[in-house]
Structure formats: structure tokens, C-alpha cells
């Protein structure tokens, strides 16, 4: 137990090593970041997909309420912060169309069906959770596809970018925004039963951290927590790996897109903090004594089921601009409209989600809903 808790450390230590001699210091802080993701979402079970199941179907609002102030501590910091440092801190800005909230609503039922959202999707893939790794692999190739479409989609139509901070200015955005979660907190609060409204000490500390690490992120980065880019991009690198001309395609001949297509993948910040969080996620479940117990087995159907609705839950994804925690948590979190309004829409789906999952996934024993 020993050599495989200091194996664990080598190989944490070792990557930050790797990306901070081949990529500078800057690569190496968001891989620790990352990691800092990776242990707190696995270590104290702090999630997303799950918090938004558990109020929906069984009046369990702990789980939401941790999100919540995770986001409001964020928001505290990182709308003066912005305004302080215009030219060199982004929020999560989006525009808000058809595609978008579409995109949401589909990534609401997709992420109920594999058990995950982006960050989830990586926590499980890390523990060792089949699921999560067929998922991942799902995601990656989803994402991609979408970058492939996604001039298509805006062109259905969409406003333009509406920030708390344009349409407020930085202070009373600030105060809107914390105004709006605490709406959404009151309403959590009344559906909740007794005893499942207030989170426990383990999701209060792990909201903290979570902040904390957003916020660093975001200084090192100079732009908030994401997920979908670097899995798009890790499967563009696969694809132009594979004989892919993606020169021609609109996104990825874009000036950013295409030097980061070309760039190493160390050179991307939102990948480096998505190895971090695997790697993170590893480790938790390596270290722990007693492992938790892994996915029970699906249906050979239900495997190939879990693979389509992660093609779909990237493709989303991509659409949405961003999933629980790039639209949700960074786009609120940093004053962006498009995150509230993926908040409903995504929502809306998760609540069909849960309506299709016993349906969707079936243990390989028994023909009961997989829990």
C-alpha cells in the first residue's frame, strides 16, 4: 500500500515536473491546479451532474447549495478582479442563440445518461470507472465533431455577448449576480426536505477549494475553469494525427484555434488543467485504502448507448459554449448571461435525462434501473 501511495506522488509530481521543464512554470501551475480539481471533486465528492439529480429525485439540495456558493465566492473575487485588470482577465462570455440553448438542453439529458458532465466525465475516466472512460472517449470525439458544425448552428441566429458587468458595470453586476444565486439558493432551499438543505462540513470546505482553485486558474490562466476546448482540441490533434485535412475547416483555420492545432498540447491551458484533474482523480482513487466500488456492469447495449450519448453530450457541448463548469459555474461565476440561461435550459434536460435513464442503462444482471 505503501509503494502504490508514493507511486501515486511520482506520478503527480512527475507530469508537473514535465510540463513546467517543457512548457514553463505557467504550464506547471495549471497542471497543479488541475490536480487541485482532481483531488477535491473526487476526494470530497464534490460534483455537478449528481447534486442536480439528487434535488430532482430526492428533495437532496446539499449538493446544489455547495455549487452555489462555490460560484457566489468566486464571483466575489473575480468581478473586481476583471475590472481591475481588463486587458488581461476574461470572463466566460457566450452569446445566447438557438444553438446555445438547444445545445444546453441536449447536454442536460445527455450528462444524466453517463452519470457525468465534463468534469465528471474526467473524475470518472480518472477513478477507474468504465463508464467514465468509454464517456471520455465519447466526449472527445463529440467535441470535436461539434467544432466541425458549429459555424452552422450560430448561423441560426443569437444575440451578442451580454455580460453582468456591460449591462450593470462591474459593481452592481456583482450584487446582480449574487442576487440571482441566492434566488436560485431560496428556491433549492424550499424543495429540499428538512435535514437535506444545508450541506455538510466535507462540501463547504470542498466549495472553498473549488473557489480557490477557479480563482487561481483564472490569474494563471487569465481566462476561468473550462473543460470542452481541450478535449475538442486533444480530438483534433487525434483527427489531424489520423490524415485530417482541418485547414479547411472553418474553426480550426481560425488564427487561435489553428496555432493551438499546431502547438503542443502542453501550450493549451484548458487541457493542462483537464490532465491535472485526471491525474488528480487518479490519485484519490489509488491512495484511498479501500477504493469505493466501481460501475457495476451494464448490458453490452447499455455500453454502446452510454458511447452515443457521450458523442452527444460533447457535441452539446461544443454548441452550448461550454458545460457545468465552463457555461454554469465560470459564465455565472464571471457576469456571463449565456450561463443563466444554460442553467435553465440544461436543467430542463436533466430532468428528462432522469426520466430516460432506467431505460437507457441496465445492469448486465438484472433488468432493474441502474443506480
Known amino acids: 500500500m505503501l509503494l502504490q501511495r508514493a507511486s501515486v506522488l511520482l506520478i503527480a509530481l512527475g507530469f508537473t515536473a ?23 471533486l473526487e476526494g470530497l465528492r464534490f460534483g455537478f451532474a449528481g447534486p442536480w439529480r439528487m434535488i430532482m429525485t430526492d428533495r437532496d439540495g ?36 438557438v444553438a446555445m440553448i438547444l445545445g444546453a438542453f441536449v447536454f442536460g439529458v445527455m450528462m444524466q445518461l453517463v452519470m457525468g458532465c465534463g ?5 470518472n475516466a480518472g477513478s477507474g470507472n468504465l463508464v467514465g472512460l468509454i464517456a471520455l472517449v465519447g466526449f472527445i470525439g463529440g467535441s470535436f465533431a461539434g467544432t466541425l458544425h458549429l459555424g452552422w448552428w450560430t448561423g441560426l441566429g443569437s444575440l451578442p455577448v451580454i455580460s453582468a458587468q456591460g449591462a450593470l458595470g462591474a ?26 438543505r444545508m450541506p455538510p462540513a466535507r462540501l463547504w470546505i470542498a466549495a472553498g477549494l473549488i473557489a480557490a482553485l ?3 486558474n483564472l490569474v ?58 485526471l491525474i488528480g482523480a487518479f490519485a484519490v482513487m489509488r491512495w484511498r485504502a479501500a477504493p469505493g466500488a466501481q460501475t457495476q456492469a451494464l448490458t453490452p447495449l447499455s455500453y ?21 463548469v465552463g457555461a454554469f459555474f465560470s459564465g455565472i461565476s464571471t457576469g456571463s448571461l449565456h450561463g443563466w440561461v444554460w442553467l435553465v ?23 432493474g434501473a441502474y443506480a
Open 18 to 40: 514535465f510540463a513546467f521543464i517543457m512548457a514553463g512554470p505557467r504550464a506547471g501551475l495549471l497542471v497543479m491546479v488541475g490536480l487541485g480539481f482532481g483531488l477535491v
Open 62 to 97: 446539499r449538493g446544489l447549495i455547495a455549487q452555489l456558493i462555490a460560484i457566489a465566492l468566486v464571483a466575489l473575487v473575480a468581478f473586481p478582479l476583471m475590472a481591475a485588470n481588463p486587458g488581461e482577465l476574461v470572463g466566460a462570455h457566450a452569446p445566447i442563440g
Open 119 to 123: 468534469s465528471g466525465t474526467l473524475v
Open 171 to 196: 459593481q452592481m453586476g456583482l450584487i446582480a449576480t449574487l442576487a440571482g444565486l441566492a434566488l436560485v439558493a431560496a428556491v433549492t432551499l424550499s424543495r429540499a426536505d428538512p435535514g437535506k
Open 214 to 216: 477557479a480563482l487561481a
Open 220 to 277: 494563471i490562466a487569465g481566462q476561468p475553469w473550462g473543460i470542452v476546448y481541450g478535449l475538442g482540441l486533444w480530438g483534433a490533434k487525434l483527427a489531424q494525427a489520423g490524415g485530417a485535412d482541418l485547414a479547411q475547416t472553418a474553426f480550426w483555420a481560425a488564427d487561435g484555434n489553428a496555432a493551438r492545432l499546431s502547438a503542443s498540447i502542453l501550450t493549451d491551458v484548458t487541457s493542462l488543467t483537464n490532465i491535472g484533474l
Open 304 to 324: 454502446l448507448a452510454v458511447l452515443g450519448a457521450a458523442l452527444v453530450l460533447g457535441y452539446s457541448a461544443r454548441l452550448a459554449f461550454g458545460c457545468n
Open 345 to 367: 435550459a440544461a436543467f430542463a434536460g436533466s430532468i428528462l435525462g432522469i426520466r430516460l435513464r432506467p431505460m437507457v442503462l441496465r445492469p448486465a444482471a438484472a433488468q
